[in-house]
């Protein structure tokens, strides 16, 4: 499922005809990228592959000022299909990526524990500022901040606060891990 053309083809489908900045603006006014893998900076390359596999289609260009011209694109009838089967795929995808840190864990045996105790410790103090970015992200709202856009915030707090509880339980049992891994 490629996060991108869902985006690209929704916020076709919901807001109308736009132009690749005003998508963009889209995707930074939604702040996509703190919890999709949505980056605006891809965008503009995959409304040229949509428009080429006719699932959007330039509807006119428009220019103001000194700015560039600039195409406007609609959704269309298979971008809508697109749609739906991207959103299937979506929901019915179920399952947690494997995390790089588990691996790293698992062949640290030979580390000095404090190395790996500072490793997991900034770990955690980033994902601590992570959980801070989404609690002030949950009291500023933002213009026409949906109940969706609630339920996404609080799940990726969700998932933060689960890494958190984790990487303190890893700190905590870090003693008896470096034990079972001595020779």
């Given at each position: 499922?490629?996060?991108?053309?869902?985006?690209?083809?929704?916020?076709?489908?919901?807001?109308?005809?736009?132009?690749?900045?005003?998508?963009?603006?889209?995707?930074?006014?939604?702040?996509?990228?703190?919890?999709?893998?949505?980056?605006?900076?891809?965008?503009?390359?995959?409304?040229?592959?949509?428009?080429?596999?006719?699932?959007?289609?330039?509807?006119?260009?428009?220019?103001?000022?000194?700015?560039?011209?600039?195409?406007?694109?609609?959704?269309?009838?298979?971008?809508?299909?697109?749609?739906?089967?991207?959103?299937?795929?979506?929901?019915?995808?179920?399952?947690?990526?494997?995390?790089?840190v588990d691996l790293a864990l698992v062949v640290s045996g030979d580390l000095d524990r404090e190395m790996v105790r500072g490793y997991l410790e900034d770990r955690l103090a980033a994902l601590?500022?992570?959980?801070?970015?989404?609690?002030?992200?949950?009291?500023?709202?933002?213009?026409?901040?949906?109940?969706?856009?609630?339920?996404?915030?609080?799940?990726?707090?969700?998932?933060?606060?689960?890494?958190?509880?984790?990487?303190?339980?890893?700190?905590?049992?870090?003693?008896?891990?470096?034990?079972?891994?001595?020779?």
């Amino acid at each position: 499922m490629n996060p991108t053309r869902l985006f690209i083809l929704g916020a076709l489908a919901k807001r109308g005809p736009m132009h690749g900045h005003q998508l963009r603006r889209e995707a930074r006014m939604d702040r996509t990228e703190l919890w999709s893998q949505v980056k605006p900076g891809s965008l503009y390359g995959a409304l040229h592959r949509l428009e080429g596999e006719k699932l959007i289609e330039p509807v006119r260009t428009e220019q103001l000022g000194a700015l560039p011209a600039r195409t406007v694109y609609s959704i269309t009838g298979e971008g809508h299909r697109e749609l739906r089967a991207l959103r299937d795929e979506a929901f019915a995808e179920v399952g947690l990526k494997p995390d790089p840190v588990d691996l790293a864990l698992v062949v640290s045996g030979d580390l000095d524990r404090e190395m790996v105790r500072g490793y997991l410790e900034d770990r955690l103090a980033a994902l601590t500022a992570q959980a801070t970015q989404f609690g002030h992200l949950g009291e500023r709202r933002w213009p026409d901040q949906s109940v969706a856009d609630d339920l996404v915030l609080e799940h990726a707090r969700l998932r933060i606060e689960a890494e958190l509880k984790w990487h303190e339980l890893v700190l905590a049992r870090l003693d008896k891990l470096s034990e079972m891994d001595k020779p």
